[in-house]
């Protein structure tokens, strides 16, 4: 019996209908101690007193965790991908978005882990906030980050992503419209009905076993033993059944600190969010600003594309100059356009810090693109379909970054929408293929950019 | 004081893997002394089904049923590294390795049977459980009895190992963005059409109908295929018309902090569903398969707000579609400027209306 | 005070505002009802009352003293699925599995009052039950077989209707 192509059911499904999958919140263990976070209710400020003395001192609490606690305050989850470090596990002597967690109270219930964080003696002295992320180079901006509001460090020190191919001033000038709109998908939660948990458990072999609701045990492991500057053996991570993550259970967001109270404490702690801190402290989908200005022919052609685009990377930088890259090397959308100037920066904003979602990078071309596409359809009186199956990707066209695309179906994708929705196409864009290029379907500014070899 | 019915289209494309490679997954396999086969890999569930695919890959490579394969992804003391499910990346990187892993033990099952049944192990072929010979299938020995003689005859554990890295594509020149080789493993197609109805007096959006189109190389498990397009059409449902973070963006000011304050999808909000699995198999993704588990919410909002257009004949560009965006903009009727060639929308939004220390020309 | 849990007497040590969700995930250790949110918003928390759907989150255990509980654990087993637990399975109707067990409750006490196998009348059913992963769809395709059938193939999955699987033209490969 094939496996491979078969309506099997889930390896997990009976477990899930009769409530016997464990997650995270599902872990008992002996002695096991409840945490709660004490989180910054500002946008942007210095911290002029911090004293946790009457919280440690109160009945019950077992460890109250500050930034004085963490081995290594600083470590760039993607520093792999040389993305520097820029944000402290704990708040030191400033905060930066609301909700950033500054202590970690591990104590014998919730109630007195809430009591304890009420009890540390906190003041703080207001900063001026950066909202907008078009506001963030203006000389007036207030600076997120020392050397200003944008993330400095792409390949060679360049301040912000660029893709160029071709000619875009000829494009231009040889366009018949030239067309431009300005696209802010907003920033979302991932909500996924599982909040964000950590059990952590000293072992008497003095290891530490982490129950994670992590999508990405490594990618956890890692972080939490740079953190903690010990080897990766040194720590366990058991996980691998999530209650839903859609990109927002790689941060890493519990595991290091619920490690560092357990080890404080001596004893397991549980740290398990409240879903107001999911809604109001867990990082979000990125909002993003595009300008997308395209060079168009009156016969169907889009022959240069300009766009510039501000990803809204909230208070630090995380995994926005990943998102920011994959972003601009599919901002083309699924279409073969040979002459670009592409300018991309992550921008600081005092808001929480935003991470991957569903997409990530992607999403938003896939909204920008569209929604410019349709207008400019409409604007020029093509027909949606025929617009795009012209430009749609096909054999040996080239992707913004130069690869030849070796098998591209956005051809029949797009048949197969037109069928269902009882479309009739034209005959020449009925019987489109994704084959290379040629005739009607080969234009002369296509001539150059195709490649048969390499990638 | 009326409805307006609306259709749109977009289409979109999306890698499998993360952007410029270098992600590794790993997994090893061994089999138990009654030829139960298990699984140790590093790819976390998180609803996606990382567990039952990749058991679905081993029984099929190694030719046994689907539940003699246990799967263990639980610990990071048993398995081995995998990168993490995000990236669209856990059935074609981490199936890859476990794919591989499945090829690498089941030769050292054909090996010890071949010893058994003093046959080439090339001549040999596993179906259902039982070691065949090709050509002949009556003649046969049980992977059950192969695994006895390996652990009580031969003193063997029968092991295998896989691990899946596709090249780190480098940026070669950061001033073009030109890249060293592909950065992903593979690249999916969808194309999503949206029927709406707008309330022209409440400005209310609803989605009714989603027709959609994906290319996934493969189904290795067509209901899961079904489950992410469904589960991701209702996000980017969300995402379209109904979710935000900060209601009054810029402003970090009256943000949701319940469901119910935070307006994700319920039930009632559900669109029919029309999809269609598209076949196209890519070339080095396990059986053909690429990913869809991120692209599968991408394709609703630019599809919804043509369909906003068409129905009540205004552009919304921002996401999402409120209630009061739509109001706003049946108000303004904005028409964009027109100079010459140049027809530019949404020219109070620009950075060269906003922000004096960057513009933007055409 | 005590409560029958799942056709057993239970003496409750917590005192009487403790949430009925806290007693019975932390006192008696029955897990499945969830902590999705604690505000009463997700539904993940929803166990049977006397037969009837409520959330444990906002129920003080006080309320239920001398009631009648039911969690999943109550409904069905590994060994004895229900039949709305099967074709949960057999319709692929969980995907992460954390909204599972309440659903399936809600689902039941739908069935059992006479609820009909119309899709409308289902999502309105189910529209306090948050659910992030499927859609809804095979959530509704599993409630709407349930109606009337009892028993269901575990082996294999069925689609939604109308769900196409075709194959691309092939590609002519030419050059590279």
Request: with cysteine; glycine share 10%; hydrophobic share 40%.
């Amino acid at each position: 019996m094939k496996a491979v192509g078969a309506r099997l059911p889930r390896y997990d499904g009976v477990g899930h209908v009769t409530g016997q999958t464990q997650y995270v919140d599902d872990v008992r263990v002996p002695g096991m101690l409840w945490a709660k976070a004490l989180r910054s209710p500002v946008d942007h400020a210095a911290i002029t007193r911090f004293d946790t003395t009457k919280a440690e001192a109160m009945h019950g609490v077992h460890a109250v965790v500050t930034w004085r606690d963490v081995p290594l305050l600083e470590f760039g989850h993607l520093s792999a991908l040389g993305i520097p470090a820029d944000e402290p596990l704990l708040a030191k002597d400033e905060v930066r978005y609301k909700g950033q967690p500054i202590a970690l109270v591990a104590a014998d219930d919730l109630a007195t882990a809430q009591a304890a964080v009420e009890a540390i003696e906190i003041e703080y002295e207001n900063r001026p906030t950066l909202f907008d992320v078009r506001k963030a180079f203006d000389a007036d901006a207030p600076k997120i980050h020392s050397w200003g509001n944008w993330y400095p460090h792409f390949e060679g020190e360049m301040d912000r992503r660029q893709i160029r191919k071709g000619n875009i001033d000829e494009a231009f000038d040889n366009a018949d419209k030239i067309i431009s709109g300005v696209y802010r998908p907003a920033a979302i939660e991932h909500v996924p009905i599982e909040t964000q948990i950590a059990l952590a458990v000293p072992e008497p072999d003095g290891r530490i076993t982490i129950y994670s609701c992590t999508q990405a045990l490594y990618f956890s492991l890692g972080v939490v033993a740079a953190h903690l500057e010990v080897p990766m053996n040194k720590i366990k991570i058991v996980g691998g059944t999530v209650g839903g993550g859609f990109g927002g259970k790689v941060d890493t967001a519990a595991d290091t600190l619920a490690a560092i109270a357990a080890m404080k404490a001596a004893r397991p702690v549980k740290w398990r969010w409240t879903r107001e801190e999911e809604f109001l402290a867990s990082s979000t989908r990125a909002p993003w600003h595009m300008e997308i200005i395209d060079a168009v022919t009156n016969d169907g052609w889009i022959l240069g594309r300009k766009m510039l685009t501000l990803h809204d990377s909230g208070a630090y930088a995380r995994f926005s100059p990943y998102g920011l890259t994959k972003h601009s090397f599919h901002h083309t959308g699924a279409y073969t356009i040979p002459n670009l100037h592409f300018d991309g920066y992550v921008v600081f904003t005092n808001r929480t810090p935003t991470t991957a979602m569903r997409g990530f990078g992607v999403t938003s071309i896939s909204f920008a693109v569209e929604t410019h596409m349709n207008r400019v359809a409409d604007e020029m009186g093509f027909d949606p379909y025929e617009f795009r199956l012209k430009n749609a990707n096909r054999i040996n066209d080239t992707s913004p970054n130069r690869i030849r695309y070796t098998d591209p179906s956005s051809v029949d994708v797009i048949h197969a929408i037109a069928d269902a929705a009882g479309e009739e196409l034209a005959p020449a864009y009925a019987a489109a293929t994704r084959d290379p290029r040629e005739g009607d379907m080969l234009p002369e500014h296509l001539v150059g950019q195709l490649k048969t070899e390499g990638h | 004081m009326a409805k307006h019915r609306g259709f749109g289209i977009s289409s979109i494309e999306y890698p499998t893997g993360m952007n410029q490679n270098g992600d590794p997954s790993q997994a090893w396999i061994k089999v138990k002394p009654d030829g139960r086969v298990d699984v140790f890999s590093g790819t976390a569930d998180i609803g996606n089904g990382a567990k039952t695919i990749q058991s679905q890959i081993v029984a099929e490579a190694i030719g046994v049923p689907y539940d003699w394969v246990t799967f263990d992804n639980s610990n990071t003391d048993s398995s081995p590294v995998c990168t993490g499910t995000f990236a669209s990346r856990a059935t074609f990187v981490a199936g890859n390795a476990v794919l591989k892993a499945a090829k690498d033990v089941k030769q050292k099952i054909l090996e010890i049977a071949g010893k058994e049944m003093e046959i080439s192990p090339d001549d040999l072929e596993i179906v259902d459980g039982e070691v065949l010979v090709k050509g002949a299938p009556t003649e046969k020995l049980g992977v059950a009895d192969v695994a006895v003689a390996a652990t009580w005859t031969h003193g063997v554990l029968m092991t295998g190992t896989g691990a899946q890295l596709n090249e780190f594509a480098e940026i070669v020149d950061p001033e073009t963005g030109e890249v060293s080789g592909p950065p992903h493993a593979a690249i999916s197609y969808a194309a999503c059409a949206a029927e709406v109805e707008v309330d022209d007096e409440t400005g209310d959006v609803r989605v009714l109908r989603l027709i959609q189109a994906y290319d996934v190389g493969t189904a290795i498990n067509p209901s899961l295929v079904e489950g992410q397009i469904e589960g991701g059409a209702l996000m980017g449902l969300g995402l379209g018309v109904l979710e935000n973070s900060y209601p009054y963006y810029p402003s970090t000011d009256h943000r949701g902090y319940s469901i119910g304050s935070y307006y994700m999808p319920s039930s009632e909000d559900m669109p029919s569903y029309e999809t269609i699995i598209i076949e196209n198999p890519s070339a080095d993704g396990p059986y053909g398969a690429k990913g869809i588990g991120e692209m599968a919410n991408n394709g609703q909002p630019g599809a919804i707000a043509a369909a906003v257009h068409d129905a009540v004949g205004v552009w919304i560009s921002e996401l999402p579609i409120s209630p009061e965006l739509v109001l706003r903009a049946l108000e303004a009727k904005a028409e964009p400027r027109r100079e010459g060639k140049l027809v530019a929308f949404d020219d109070e939004k620009s950075v060269n209306t906003v922000a004096t220390g960057i513009s933007w020309t055409p | 005070m005590k409560f029958d849990l799942n056709g057993e007497t239970v003496e409750v040590q917590s005192p009487p505002l403790t949430t009925l969700l806290t007693v019975l995930r932390e006192e008696m250790g029955v897990t499945s009802p969830k902590v999705g949110c604690d505000q009463g918003g997700c539904g993940a928390c929803t166990v049977l009352v006397d037969g009837k759907p409520q959330r444990t989150c906002l129920t003080p255990v006080a309320a239920v003293d001398g009631a009648s509980v039911t969690t999943i654990e109550g409904l069905g087993d590994s060994e004895h699925l229900t039949a709305v637990q099967q074709s949960f399975v057999h319709h692929y109707a969980a995907q992460c599995g954390f909204c599972t067990p309440a659903m399936i409750i809600s689902a039941t006490a739908y069935i059992d009052a006479g609820g009909s196998s119309d899709h409308v009348e289902i999502q309105e059913a189910l529209k306090g039950h948050a659910c992030r992963c499927t859609g809804y769809q095979k959530i509704v395709n599993a409630v709407a077989a349930a109606v009337t059938q009892s028993d269901f193939d575990l082996t294999t999955t069925t689609p939604t209707p109308n769900t196409v699987i075709k194959t691309a033209n092939p590609a002519v490969k030419t050059g590279g």
